[in-house]
C-alpha cells in the first residue's frame, strides 16, 4: 500500500462481510447511516450489483444489491435476503483457486469485475478477482475468495471514522443443523482449522472467529461487532423505530435491524 492508507488483511483473513439488501438499498443506506456508519459511496460493479461499503482498517461490512434498472446480478439475486457473505481476503486469486482444488472443492475460475470510484477528485477504477466455492455445499450463505488488485482504492482513511465509532467485526456466527459436518468445510474453504468445543466450532480468520453452532437450518444468524464506545450508537439507535436496541452492560449491547433480518452483537474497545 502506499500513501500511508491501511493495508488489505492478509491471505487467509476476513476481507469483508456481505448483507444483501436486494432493490433495498436506498432504505438499507438511510438506515446504516442514521445509526452513525460512514458508508462510502455507492458503487456500481460491471457485473451487474451496487454497494455500500463501511469501511475499518481490517475487514469490512458490505450492503450489495440490484440496481433499479439495467444488468441485474444473478448470483445477489439468488442469494439469501440479508446476513449472507462470508469473504477471505486473496493475495492472488489463482494460487487460490488451486489450492481449493487441491482440497476437493472444485472452485471455479477467478472471476474479474470493476467499479468506478473517485479518489482525490478523479475517477479511477477499483478491480477486484473473486473466486467461488461450490454453493451447495455452503447453504448457509455464499462463501468465496477475493483479490483486491487496487487496495488503495478500497481502504481510505477519510472512510475510517464512524460517527459511531465503528472499528470492526468479531465474531460472525453460522448456525448448522450439522456443525461437525460443516465446520471441516469451512475449514477447508478458508485454509484456516477449526477447533471444537462444547459443540461449537470455531476458526480463525485473522482477529475474526467464525462459530458454527447447532442451528435447525443452515443461516447466517449473527454478525457482532466492535465499536470505540456504545453511548453514540445507543442514542441513535434509539431515536430509529427500525432498530432495536438493548444494553447488556456498560460494553456491551446487541443491535436488531428487523426489516433486513439482522441481530448485531456490539463490543466497545476503546
Do not use: K
Amino acid at each position: 500500500m502506499t500513501g500511508g492508507h491501511p493495508a488489505a488483511p492478509a491471505d487467509g483473513a476476513l476481507d469483508h462481510v456481505v448483507i444483501n439488501v436486494l432493490r433495498r438499498m436506498d432504505e438499507a443506506a438511510d438506515l446504516f447511516a442514521a445509526l452513525g456508519f460512514r458508508l462510502t459511496p455507492r458503487g456500481h460493479h460491471s457485473l451487474g450489483s451496487i454497494n455500500h461499503l463501511m469501511m475499518t482498517p481490517g475487514p469490512y461490512l458490505e450492503l450489495v444489491g440490484v440496481p433499479e434498472n439495467g444488468a441485474q446480478r444473478q448470483d445477489v439475486l439468488d442469494s439469501p435476503f440479508g446476513l449472507n457473505g462470508l469473504v477471505v481476503a486473496s493475495r492472488d486469486a489463482d494460487a487460490t483457486q488451486a489450492r481449493l482444488a487441491a482440497v476437493g472443492l472444485a472452485a471455479g475460475q477467478p472471476v474479474a469485475f470493476t467499479r468506478p470510484v473517485i479518489v482525490g477528485g478523479r475517477e479511477e477504477a477499483a478491480r477486484f478477482r473473486t473466486v467461488r466455492v461450490p454453493a451447495h455445499l455452503f447453504p448457509a450463505g455464499r462463501l468465496y475468495h477475493c483479490e483486491h488488485l487496487t487496495p488503495d482504492f478500497v481502504w481510505r482513511t477519510e472512510w475510517l471514522d464512524h460517527p459511531n465509532g465503528f472499528s470492526g467485526i468479531d465474531t460472525l456466527t453460522i448456525e448448522s443443523p450439522a456443525p461437525e459436518a460443516d465446520a471441516p468445510l469451512y475449514a477447508a474453504a478458508s485454509g484456516a482449522p477449526a477447533e471444537a468445543a462444547g459443540g461449537v466450532w470455531t476458526l480463525r480468520l485473522g482477529e475474526t472467529r467464525i462459530a458454527i453452532v447447532p442451528g435447525l437450518a443452515a443461516r447466517f444468524a449473527a454478525l457482532a461487532l466492535r465499536f470505540r464506545g456504545l453511548d453514540a450508537l445507543e442514542a441513535r439507535a434509539a431515536a430509529l423505530p427500525a432498530a432495536t436496541w438493548v444494553r447488556h452492560g456498560p460494553d456491551t449491547a446487541e443491535l436488531t435491524l428487523p426489516a433486513f433480518g439482522l441481530r448485531l452483537p456490539c463490543r466497545a474497545a476503546p
